[in-house]
C-alpha cells in the first residue's frame, strides 16, 4: 500500500474558514473519534459509529455477499480493508463491488416509500442525516461504473419486491460520461435516475488516495418537500497522528423537490428516515475505510 499522507493539522479559525460558505454553518463539536460534525446532533435522535469496535462482529454493521473487512495500520491510522465481489447488476452489466452498511436505528425498516405518510418506520430511524467515512480505492477493475457512493436506504431493498427499494445516495467517482459527482434516486429496484451535478472543487477520486467523504441530507424546518442533499470532501483527511483534519469543503449539492424530476423515472420527492446508510464501492479491486458514522442532526433554518 502507498504511505498515508500526513498533514499539520490547522487551527480552529483556520478549519472553520476552510468550509464553503455556501454551505450550513459548522457545529464547533468533534465525536469521539474526531471527526468535526457540521450540523448538530439531534437531542434524543440515532447515531452510531465504529471507534474501537470490529464491523465483522457488531451486529449494528454489515456487509453484502457474504464478505468481511481486515484490520489494517499505517502508521498511527488503524483502518479497514474490504475486498470487491464480482456481481451482474441488475440494471445490467458485470462489475465489482463492496459494501458497507451502518445500522444507527437497531432495527429494520417495515415501510417503503408508497406505505407510509412521510416514509418513516420507527422514531428511531435516521431522519436528517449527517454521515462520515474516509475511504481510499485499489485497482480500478471496471472505469465504466467506478465510484464510491454514500447511500441512505430508506426501505426493504429486495430484487424480489422491487417497489421496497427506496434510497437516494450522493456519489464521487474519477470523473468521464458520469461526471465526478451525482445524485441518484432508486425507488423501483432496479431503475435508478441520476443527476449529473458540477463539482465545486478541482478534484476527482484517484487510486491509491485517502479521501474524508460526508453526506448532509435534510430538511429544513417547514419545508419537508424538499431536501438537501450535500456531499462534502477532505482531500487531506489525516493529520500526522492519523486523526481526522477536517478541512471538509463543499464538493456538489443537490435540492430534490416534490414534482421535479430526477430523470427517467421520479419526481416524488424522498424526504424519510433511513434505517440503514450504506458505504458502496464499484469498480475497484477493494477499498480501504476508517472512522465510519452516522447520526440524526439538527436541520439548518432556510
Not at 445500522?103 to 416514509?119: D, E, I, V
Not at 464510491?148 to 445516495?169: N, P, Q, Y
Not at 441530507?217 to 419545508?223: A, D, E, I, M, N
Not at 463543499?250 to 414534482?259: A, I, N
Request: hydrophobic fraction near 35%; include cysteine.
Amino acid at each position: 500500500m502507498q504511505p498515508m499522507r500526513t498533514t499539520t493539522p490547522l487551527p480552529t479559525l483556520a478549519l472553520l474558514c476552510l468550509l464553503t460558505l455556501s454551505g450550513p454553518a459548522p457545529a464547533t463539536e468533534l465525536d469521539a473519534q474526531g471527526v468535526q460534525m457540521l450540523l448538530p446532533a439531534q437531542a434524543g435522535g440515532s447515531a452510531l459509529a465504529l471507534g474501537t469496535q470490529d464491523p465483522n462482529t457488531d451486529t449494528r454493521f454489515g456487509f453484502d455477499y457474504k464478505a468481511s473487512a481486515t484490520a489494517a495500520q499505517e502508521g498511527p491510522l488503524r483502518y479497514w480493508n474490504l475486498q470487491a465481489t464480482p456481481l451482474t447488476y441488475s440494471s445490467g452489466g458485470k462489475g465489482f463491488t463492496a459494501r458497507l452498511h451502518l445500522r444507527a436505528s437497531g432495527g429494520k425498516q417495515q415501510f417503503n416509500w408508497k406505505t407510509q405518510q412521510g416514509y418513516l418506520s420507527s422514531p428511531q430511524d435516521v431522519r436528517n442525516q449527517e454521515f462520515t467515512v474516509y475511504v481510499r480505492v485499489h485497482e480500478p477493475l471496471t472505469p465504466v461504473n467506478a465510484q464510491v457512493t454514500l447511500k441512505i436506504r430508506g426501505g426493504h431493498h429486495s430484487a424480489k419486491d422491487g417497489d421496497a427499494a427506496s434510497c437516494t445516495m450522493m456519489t464521487f467517482g474519477p470523473g468521464g460520461a458520469s461526471g465526478i459527482t451525482r445524485f441518484a434516486k432508486e425507488l423501483t429496484h432496479p431503475l435508478y435516475d441520476y443527476v449529473v451535478l458540477a463539482p465545486q472543487l478541482d478534484t476527482r477520486l484517484a487510486d491509491n488516495t485517502w479521501y474524508g467523504l460526508k453526506l448532509l441530507s435534510y430538511s429544513h424546518p417547514g419545508t419537508p418537500l424538499q431536501v438537501v442533499n450535500q456531499l462534502y470532501i477532505d482531500t487531506t483527511p489525516f493529520d500526522a497522528q492519523g486523526r481526522p483534519a477536517n478541512r471538509w469543503q463543499l464538493l456538489s449539492e443537490y435540492t430534490d423537490v416534490q414534482g421535479k424530476r430526477t430523470g427517467r423515472h421520479y419526481d416524488t420527492v424522498t424526504n424519510w428516515g433511513g434505517w440503514q446508510t450504506t458505504l458502496r464501492m464499484d469498480g475497484y479491486r477493494s477499498l480501504d475505510f476508517a472512522y465510519p458514522s452516522v447520526r440524526e442532526a439538527q436541520a439548518p433554518a432556510p
